[in-house]
């Protein structure tokens, strides 16, 4: 019960405060495959980065970003977060991810290209520590 309330008052306060959405595909290693739909919910330079990818199971990502805007009005930015990943197949994982990456939003579009590294620890199905996991994200600026 506990957790559900936890969970309802997150959710509460993250639709308060959202002030920008994006939705579009990520290509790259994503928690077993390597295209998934990759979605972005600001609020006041922290977001949330999620990720969906299908194929001989279902991985899920999501991840807290603090987002770095080191010159205001310019297009460039970065975000660093860490968040939890799981994968809904044979086997089944569950670990942590970290993210470092890079995004450009262009003025004359609503579009938003990023780079990004997302190093994991998996947990179950075996303690691995993964290092290799880029990506490249495009997305449709709400």
């Known amino acids: 019960m506990k957790k559900s309330i936890v969970a309802l008052f997150i959710v509460v306060i993250l639709t308060g405060s959202v002030h920008a959405q994006e939705i ?3 290509f790259g290693d994503i928690v077993g ?3 998934a ?3 972005v919910f600001g609020s006041h330079g922290y977001r949330v980065h999620a990720d969906v990818s299908f194929g001989d199971g279902v991985g899920v990502e999501a991840l807290l970003d603090l987002v770095v805007r080191p010159l205001k009005g310019e297009a460039f930015h970065f975000y660093l977060g860490a968040g939890g990943f799981t994968w809904l197949g044979d086997p089944f994982r569950l670990g942590f991810s970290g993210e470092l990456g890079l995004e450009y939003r262009f003025n004359s ?6 780079l990004d590294w997302r190093p994991a620890l998996r947990l179950i199905d075996e303690t691995k520590f993964i290092a290799d996991r880029f990506g490249f994200n495009v997305r449709f600026v709400f």
Not at 109 to 114: D, E, F, H, M, S
């Open 24 to 26: 579009g595909v990520r």
């Open 33 to 35: 495959n390597n295209v």
């Open 37 to 39: 739909v990759d979605a």
């Open 109 to 114: 579009v609503p579009i938003a290209i990023g």
